[in-house]
Nanobody, 123 residues
């Protein structure tokens, strides 16, 4: 069955960096758009970034553009989120998600989510 397992969260200082990973299994990873989303304490889910199946296109929420970089390694069935210049507002539970359909688009539905990894940005 489909599994998405995030890792790499933790405590970072403002201005610091973290790299999140999401290991995928149970489907043909290289065929699907993958994305990251986050949920801050007491707030709703916010989409953060997405990447096409072959990595040829990436897109970001305005709140993270220029600071976060999404990438993927299809040989390792893993998607990453490099987070730089972290701010306290980036504190959230970060989820990776698999697109429902095996085609590339900026607008996709998601059918599987990981359990999340917690990122806390604080001095």
């Amino acid at each position: 069955q489909v599994q998405l397992v995030e890792s790499g969260g933790g405590l970072a200082q403002p201005g610091g960096s973290l790299r999140l990973s999401c290991a995928a299994s149970g489907f043909t990873f290289s065929s699907y758009v993958m994305s990251w989303a986050r949920q801050a304490p007491g707030k709703g889910l916010e989409w953060v970034s997405g990447i096409y199946s072959d990595g040829s296109n990436t897109y970001y929420a305005d709140s993270v553009k220029g600071r976060f970089t999404i990438s993927r390694d299809n040989a390792k069935n893993t998607v990453y989120l490099q987070m730089n210049s972290l701010k306290p507002d980036d504190t959230a539970l970060y989820y990776c998600a698999k697109a429902r359909e095996p085609w590339d688009s900026d607008y996709v539905f998601y059918d599987y989510w990981g359990q999340g990894t917690l990122v806390t940005v604080s001095a």
